[in-house]
């Protein structure tokens, strides 16, 4: 029996679409805590101009910090633009990176996009103000965030700027400020 290409084609596409339909609903589900954080972000952004990012939730509603919830939070922030106006101005990578990894990522942009050799782990460490294993664990959450990409030509660190993010001007994801009221509330403006 000789089988139709038609229908084999029509087979492989279903299960492409099933397969990809159950990852996206596997990484779309939140656990309670992390369905907390994203509660607070959604009730807090845009009050006092608040534009608060992940880490700064977590630590309200009392999460464990934790790169892997931090990065599973801020999936969903970048997969779910429509949970509020704030992630559509600023851009997901404003709320999901910690001012570390902002500023590491900023070193690093400003540096390839202007020609100039990449900084070093120990360079970025200075200019950060942070310990060197945490500016490898911040070059490693901009890799999962597909910000970064490793590149052994590139020098310095070893990674290199994923070209969209050279070309975003001006560079407002990655501009913030931390505010910290009387009351104990924090929150991030840009």
Do not use: C
Request: net charge positive.
């Amino acid at each position: 029996m000789k089988t139709k290409p038609w229908l084999v084609l029509t087979v492989i596409a279903l299960l492409l679409f099933v397969n990809r339909a159950i990852a996206a609903n596997d990484q779309a589900q939140l656990n309670a805590q992390e369905q907390r954080v994203i509660d607070y972000l959604v009730k807090d952004w845009g009050e006092d101009s608040s534009v608060s990012s992940v880490d700064i939730a977590m630590n309200a509603v009392k999460v464990a910090p934790s790169d892997e919830t931090r990065f599973r939070i801020g999936n969903y922030i970048k997969a779910h633009p429509e949970l509020h106006e704030v992630i559509r101005r600023w851009g997901w990578v404003t709320l999901v990176l910690t001012p570390d990894e902002k500023l590491i990522a900023r070193a690093l942009i400003n540096a390839e996009r202007d020609s100039k050799p990449l900084p070093s782990v120990s360079e970025l460490a200075t200019a950060v103000g942070s310990k060197e294993p945490d500016v490898k664990r911040g070059l490693a959450m901009l890799e999962q965030y597909e910000i970064l990409k490793k590149d052994s030509k590139a020098g310095g660190v070893g990674y290199a700027v994923i070209p969209r993010y050279i070309k975003w001007q001006p560079r407002l994801d990655f501009v913030f400020h931390k505010i910290s009221l009387e009351s104990g509330r924090q929150f991030n403006v840009n």
